[in-house]
């Protein structure tokens, strides 16, 4: 009797340990893919000392909330500036042309006219422009990931200054082999795990199907998307999909 006990256990034993095996198996073969989230940096789009940066690292911001504002006071001359110029060209412009009515003014006198009208008109949108680009307004709703300028400081064109993620949506890229990728379709549930929250269980909606396959690796890139109210999943967590 107690010979049968312990084969009993034994077995049991036995397929605890295989079940084990197959699941560290299982969990070699499903490599870990990092959360991602949708992930905005702004560039300065024009140049000048700092006058405002409206939110801190970590901060909270909705779309369209002032983040940077760069000093424009040159930029409100050069517009004054150009104005004055625009109105100029505009009556030279109305001028010519109605002397041109009454065959006073010649048809290159109209030309001339017309083309000077149109430079102080570029002129005049590219002045509004570097005022409009002295503020940096969030493109999205989220939270300021890395601040990259501070109050006082010249910000050149093209150099970062903030960066906005939104973790209201997360996302996990997986790799799918290409003898799976033709079962796999847009808009279809499916699930990964997360290391961190203890092997815990999400499911997402198929966002994108890659078009094309890794030559070396031949997989397609699959993109999960899913919202995360709670913020449970945060940007850099490890998912085995």
Same mark, same amino acid.
């Given at each position: 009797m107690n010979m049968r006990i312990t084969?009993?256990?034994?077995?049991?034993?036995?397929a605890i340990s295989g079940c084990a095996k197959e699941a560290e198996v299982e969990k070699k073969e499903r490599p870990p893919k990092r959360v991602e989230v949708?992930?905005?940096r702004s560039d300065s789009l024009t140049g000048g000392r700092v006058d405002v940066v409206g939110a801190d690292e970590g901060a909270m911001v909705k779309k369209g909330q002032t983040l940077v504002r760069i000093n424009a006071g040159?930029?409100?001359?050069e517009m004054k500036q150009a104005e004055a110029a625009f109105a100029r060209a505009q009556a030279t412009y109305d001028r010519t042309s109605s002397l041109s009515q009454r065959k006073l003014a010649s %048809?290159?006198?109209?030309?001339? %006219?017309?083309?000077?009208?149109?430079?102080?008109?570029?002129a005049r949108e590219l002045a509004r422009a570097s005022i409009t680009n002295a503020v940096l307004r969030a493109p999205h709703s989220g939270y300021i990931d890395k601040r990259h300028i501070s109050v006082g400081e010249f910000a050149s064109p093209g150099s970062p200054l903030i960066e906005v993620v939104d973790i209201d949506v997360v996302k996990v890229i997986a790799r799918v082999p290409e003898r799976d990728i033709d079962t796999i379709e847009r808009g279809a549930t499916a699930s990964f795990t997360v290391d961190a929250l203890g092997g815990e269980s999400f499911s997402g909606k198929i966002a994108r199907i890659g078009v094309s396959?890794?030559?070396? %690796?031949?997989?397609?890139?699959?993109?999960?998307?899913?919202?995360?109210?709670?913020?449970?999943?945060?940007?850099?967590?490890?998912?085995?999909?």
């Open positions: 084969g009993c256990v034994l077995g049991v034993a036995l949708q992930e905005v040159t930029a409100y001359a %048809a290159a006198q109209v030309e001339n %006219a017309t083309a000077a009208l149109a430079q102080a008109s570029a396959a890794d030559a070396a %690796a031949r997989t397609f890139e699959v993109e999960l998307r899913l919202p995360t109210t709670a913020h449970r999943l945060k940007p850099g967590k490890l998912a085995r999909v």
